[in-house]
């Protein structure tokens, strides 16, 4: 028999199988809900299970629930208790998921934010690594744009604009590519469907500003701080152009879903020699080893959950 699992709903811990809102729903009409996905690590020699980073994903939330007038009931570390219980409850013996949404949960069709009460559900589930790490992917440029700041901000993760990456990585999967890269309206790189971008170049790393239209992803912000504390590699935040891709020595995608994934060809272009590159791949390891809490310095962005 599979065990039952549990999702947290506006204050309650039920039976995933029996959650549900109605169809009149706000968050399901209008897409006004904003949520986080967050990873949790599983050690099978030990039995031990980690949540990378919980605490800055959901400050994320916070910022995003603002943006969108939305009232936070519970503060961060309440959030992470409850995240926390929930994981217990569902004893995952295997890497989870974590699925945090914050929703306007009035049943009105005014899309209007106002007069509009604010529910909260968490949802976990198993989940690997969905994209293969180490072969490298083949990415486009998308013939998309990113929405912009003054449309629907992606610095706020806003479940109505991920019908703009759903757009975008239907296109590039349909051309026969893994990914695609996105422009923003004024022709500048902005990051992947679902994950933030960096470049390898001279020894450098390159990522886009974080006023250029992209949601400021935690991993990016990880990959920043480890890079230079322990390969000693610089990250330069600033435009970058459409070419500056095809001319990379490297280039590779990260964020929670997609971890650490190097990129090997973008518009059928080789990067570098068209193999995973050796700063993405050292950068890769080291992501790996902290996540999973094998790393004593680092184990202040690791949550366990089974003391
Ligand atoms: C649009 C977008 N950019 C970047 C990221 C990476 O963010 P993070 O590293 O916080 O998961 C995500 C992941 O959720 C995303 O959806």
């Known amino acids: 028999m599979t065990q039952k699992e549990y999702v947290f709903l506006d204050g309650e811990y039920i039976d995933a199988q029996t959650a549900s809102i109605p169809v009149q729903t706000h968050a399901f009409l209008y897409g006004t809900s904003v949520f986080e996905g967050i990873r949790a690590y599983y050690n099978a020699e030990d039995d031990s299970m980690f949540i990378f980073r919980m605490k800055e994903h959901y400050e994320r939330i916070a910022r995003s629930a603002k943006i969108m007038c939305m009232e ?12 926390v219980e929930l994981l217990k409850k569902n004893n ?5 998921y974590i699925r945090p949404t914050i929703y306007k949960k009035g049943c009105t069709v005014c899309p209007g934010l106002y007069n509009n009460p604010d529910g909260i559900v968490i949802f976990t589930c198993a989940l690997g690594d969905y994209i293969d790490l180490t072969k490298g992917l083949s990415v486009c440029v998308s013939s998309w744009r990113r929405v912009e700041d003054n449309a629907i901000p992606p610095r706020a993760k806003i479940a109505g604009s991920y019908a703009n990456a759903a757009l975008i990585v239907t296109d590039a999967k349909n051309a026969g590519f893994d990914d695609a890269i996105v422009l923003s309206e004024n022709g500048h790189v902005t990051e992947g469907s679902a994950m933030n971008l ?10 886009t500003k974080t006023t250029d239209n992209i949601l400021v992803g935690v991993t990016r912000n990880t990959i920043i701080e480890m890079a230079k504390e ?15 891709l095809y001319i990379a020595d490297e280039a590779f995608y990260c964020g929670t879903g997609a971890q650490v994934s190097p990129i090997t060809k973008i518009d ?8 995973p590159g050796p700063i993405a791949k050292q950068i890769q390891k080291l992501y790996f080893d902290i996540v999973r809490g094998k790393i004593e310095k680092y184990k202040k962005w690791c949550t366990s959950v089974n003391d």
């Open 72 to 83: 936070m009931k519970y503060s961060v570390d309440e959030l992470c208790d409850i995240t």
């Open 92 to 96: 995952y013996k295997t890497d989870a």
């Open 268 to 275: 059928n272009r080789p990067i570098g020699n068209g193999k």
């Open 230 to 244: 322990e390969l000693g590699i610089e990250t330069i935040e600033r435009d970058i152009d459409r070419t500056e």
């Open 198 to 207: 960096f470049l390898v170049e001279n020894g450098k790393l390159i990522t």
